[in-house]
């Protein structure tokens, strides 16, 4: 399924302040392909593929169509959805995370979880008939049209395979006497991914994931956090599965602090060692 994601907008009681810059994203599945702000009225690409096989009038006409729709009226998510075999399935309006109108049919339908609200924005938007037919243009023919060019022009992009980097660390101890260890995996493509905090072969079932968060590069970021007491946290290890490791997973040991500092610096007194007794000897010579 491919998503083509933009804010769409309908007449409510509710006005945003002028001084507000409104900000509209287009989105291929989870990557971000454009950019557009109401301060400029222009698109940005951010990708060199992100322009598909539209032509110039097409992405102006596009422009114009977002620049009618961000004037005193109130946000909400869109996404039409396209499946194979198929030009138009549906779309589906959401605010303040919660569905709030469909489009189907030529018809605007208001979501069950909408309340009076969505009942009133659906009924002006089917009062607007112009309006309605530009909006099944859009959906039935605009949308799949390009979402399909696009996908075909970053596929090779979408398709690519990033190793992640990981490594470990300990946060904040959540009580006296324990530790909270930190897994850091960064950089892999595509998202999906596997980590679990392990003792040989046995997951620890009280890893704790955290959110994904996107990375400039269009790469991903997940940590993994588990809290054990001070003295079971040796022979522990953090376990990465991803796509592009090609079977082999990624695992990192983890080494209590205290004997990684002993360990460093028995390795600095003997450079100091070594380093005076070659000092000593120079002179001798």
Not at 66 to 86: A, D, P, R
Not at 253 to 267: E, F
């Amino acid at each position: 399924v491919w998503r083509w994601q933009f804010p769409l907008h309908v007449p409510t009681a509710t006005f945003h302040n002028h001084s507000w810059v409104h900000l509209c994203s287009a989105w291929l599945g989870e990557l971000q392909t454009h950019r557009w702000n109401s301060s400029s009225d222009a698109i940005t690409f951010l990708y060199p593929w992100s322009r598909g096989n539209f032509s110039d009038k097409e992405w102006m006409d596009l422009e114009r169509v977002l620049g009618t729709n961000f004037h005193e009226v109130q946000e909400f998510y869109t996404c039409c959805e396209l499946h194979s075999g198929k030009n138009f399935v549906s779309f589906l309006g959401a605010i303040q995370g919660y569905d709030f109108l469909s489009f189907q049919n030529k018809t605007w339908l208001p979501s069950p979880n909408g309340g009076r609200k969505a009942q009133k924005a659906c009924k002006q938007l089917n009062l607007r008939q112009g309006n309605t037919q530009r909006v099944h243009r859009l959906l039935s023919d605009t949308c799949p049209r390009f979402t399909l060019g696009l996908h075909d022009a970053g596929k090779a992009h979408l398709q690519r395979q990033v190793k992640p980097e990981a490594w470990l660390s300990s946060g904040p101890s959540l009580g006296p006497g324990h530790l909270l260890l930190v897994c850091h995996v960064s950089g892999f493509y595509p998202k999906p991914v596997w980590v679990m905090w392990m003792r040989g072969e046995q997951e620890q079932l009280g890893t704790q994931r955290g959110d994904f968060l996107p990375n400039a590069d269009g790469t991903w970021y997940l940590r993994a956090t588990l809290d054990v007491a001070a003295g079971e946290a040796a022979g522990l290890s953090c376990r990465v599965k991803h796509s592009s490791l090609g079977g082999q997973d990624l695992v990192l040991y983890w080494t209590p602090h205290s004997s990684l500092g002993l360990i460093l610096l028995a390795v600095i007194v003997a450079l100091a060692l070594l380093t005076g007794l070659g000092v000593w000897f120079m002179k001798r010579w």
